[in-house]
């Protein structure tokens, strides 16, 4: 249990928890990872019977990560020490865990949310559209997100590497556990209204954004690939239609005003899709996501040479562009020019020409990130190379002897 000024709820919920594993025959403890209590939690906690662990940094990721880390059990369950879950109520998911989950998540929406218990904006806005946001990027069948009562198997989770100090923890724990394929499960929990009079740690704006802005950076996908596509193909169909004259739909005409605006989207498109490859290609190299496939073959066939070969064409086509408008330009004896059909030449052009810098660069940066993938392994020691010399010259001396024994 993170713990941070609980005086009014610690003790109850340790005593509740102890009696748990009393009344089911189990072997357990109850953690408080206290992260700077001034009002006497941790005494309160340990006459209860609780061991205590400091935790100094400060932030709820921060507790939890340390009370799980100082944990001695196989399995361990998290809940906040504010009264609102009821730890007695934690059999089912220990009976998931001995039959092979990793994580069991509880599910506050499905077991029942007592009044008073969640504000209205969590729990019709903040918490089903962050939920929502998470299955749809991670493709997880988790229904609450961020029920704060899981279990879990400490292993599996100390494995994920989690880093995230706050609250965007919760989110953290399930995303990356997803990812990696784990057995997650769900039970129904119940959710009262806490025991303390003080204001809850939770701010909704800030640590809502905390949540969504975790959520968008470890999906690329969502992040940058999937609106990149939806850009260029906009830019791409609409740049086309336009290059070869004003297109009408009813009333309305669209001219090269539209046109240069189709460039800027195929621009910007482009340039979340090499972002969405970049991303995915530093993550999986530093293990922050897992690995791709379809990445890697992506990644194999993307080769500095192709790419720069791939870019030089693009800055030919666009070049010759803007060698046609600049002959064009001469035929008006370099005067003024009407843009409906100038801008028609110099816009396709010029933005080929930014699309070739940029399959440069991004080839150019993928290399630089496969010359460390592909760094050397680490010499050996001269200690050790000094241990071999010594052993070759012992097994030549004892087969030489051998043969003299033979002979």
């Known amino acids: 249990m993170p713990c941070l000024n609980e005086a009014e709820t610690v003790e109850i919920c340790v005593r509740k928890t102890i009696a748990f594993f009393d009344e089911h ?4 403890e109850v953690v408080i990872a206290d992260n700077g209590s001034t009002d006497g939690s941790q005494q309160l906690a340990r006459d209860a019977g609780a061991r205590v662990v400091p935790v100094s940094e400060k932030g709820y990721g921060n507790a939890l990560m340390g009370g799980i880390r100082a944990a001695r059990g196989r399995y361990v369950a998290m809940g906040d020490a504010d009264d609102s879950y009821d730890f007695a109520t934690l059999m089912p998911f220990l009976e998931d865990l001995r ?3 990793d994580l069991v998540m509880g599910n506050r929406f499905k077991g029942g949310i007592a009044p008073g218990a969640m504000p209205g904006l969590h729990r019709y806005l903040g918490n089903p559209v962050l939920s929502f946001v998470g299955r749809l990027f991670f493709r997880s069948k988790i229904g609450d997100f961020h029920c704060g009562l899981r279990a879990f198997r400490k292993e599996s989770i100390v494995r994920l590497g989690l880093q995230t100090g706050g609250m965007e923890f ?9 990812l990696a394929k784990y057995d997650i499960r769900e039970q129904p929990t119940t959710l009262s209204p806490d025991g303390r009079t003080r204001a809850p740690h939770l701010s ?4 809502g954004w905390r949540h969504l802005r975790f959520l968008m950076l470890y999906s690329p996908r969502w992040l940058f690939l999937i609106p990149g596509l939806l ?3 906009l830019g791409l169909v609409a740049g086309a239609a336009l290059s070869a004259g004003p297109v009408r739909v009813g009333d309305i005409a669209f001219d090269v005003d539209t046109l ?8 910007i498109g482009f340039q ?13 190299e530093e293990g922050f996501l897992p690995h791709d496939k379809r990445v890697q073959k992506i990644i194999d066939w993307w080769s500095l040479e192709r790419g720069l070969v791939i870019g030089g064409l693009l ?9 046609a408008s600049l002959l064009h330009w001469k035929l008006n004896n370099f005067g003024e020019l009407d843009p409906r059909h100038s801008l028609r030449l110099v816009v396709p052009s010029a933005t080929g020409l930014i699309m070739s810098f940029q399959v440069v660069f991004a080839s150019l940066f993928i290399s630089i990130l496969d010359i460390r993938r592909r760094s050397h392994p680490p010499l050996s020691d001269p200690a050790d190379e000094a241990a071999d010399v010594v052993d070759a010259a012992a097994h030549k001396v004892a087969s030489e002897q051998v043969d003299e024994r033979a002979s």
């Open 315 to 323: 800055a030919v086509a666009g070049l010759v562009g803007l060698v």
């Open 204 to 207: 909704t704006w800030r640590d």
């Open 260 to 267: 240069v605006g189709a460039s800027a989207m195929l621009v």
């Open 272 to 284: 979340a899709v090499i972002f969405a490859l970049l991303t995915k290609v530093y993550a999986m």
């Open 170 to 178: 919760a989110s953290e724990m399930v995303v990356k556990a997803t």
């Open 231 to 233: 850009l260029m193909t």
């Open 25 to 28: 025959g189990i072997d357990g």
């Open 99 to 101: 039959d092979g989950a």
